[in-house]
Nanobody
Framework: QVPLVESGGGLVQAGGSLRLSCAAS????????MAWYRQAPGKQRELVGTITSDGRTNYLDSVAGRFTISRDNGGDTVYLQMNSLKPEDTAVYYCNVDSSRAPRGGYWGQGTQVTVSS
């Protein structure tokens, strides 16, 4: 079973919204923090935001106030609601999940492309 399955990427105009999902039904152990990263062409992967098991969130400064991370009640699906998207948000977005039985660095999703046109 694939640990993480992402969905929700696509092409959107600047100012638009997208919602990414990451289902962690294949993760082993108790889930701790869940996070979203992104990697734009020619750039290093960067942390977009995290959500802890008790719901605390942190965000990259450039997305704070526009992006929201949340988890479902069961705690094994994480969402990234992206509003007021900008062309500079264009990247491949990856979810990352840490658990009590996760490999070093946690589990990684397959990545989903988000493209924001100007």
């Amino acid at each position: 079973q694939v640990p993480l399955v992402e969905s929700g990427g696509g092409l959107v105009q600047a100012g638009g919204s997208l919602r990414l999902s990451c289902a962690a039904s294949g993760v082993r152990g108790r889930i701790y923090a869940m996070a979203w990263y992104r990697q734009a062409p020619g750039k290093q992967r960067e942390l977009v935001g995290t959500i802890t098991s008790d719901g605390r969130t942190n965000y990259l400064d450039s997305v704070a106030g526009r992006f929201t991370i949340s988890r479902d009640n069961g705690g094994d699906t994480v969402y990234l609601q992206m509003n007021s998207l900008k062309p500079e948000d264009t990247a491949v977005y990856y979810c990352n999940v840490d658990s009590s039985r996760a490999p070093r660095g946690g589990y990684w999703g397959q990545g989903t492309q988000v493209t924001v046109s100007s």
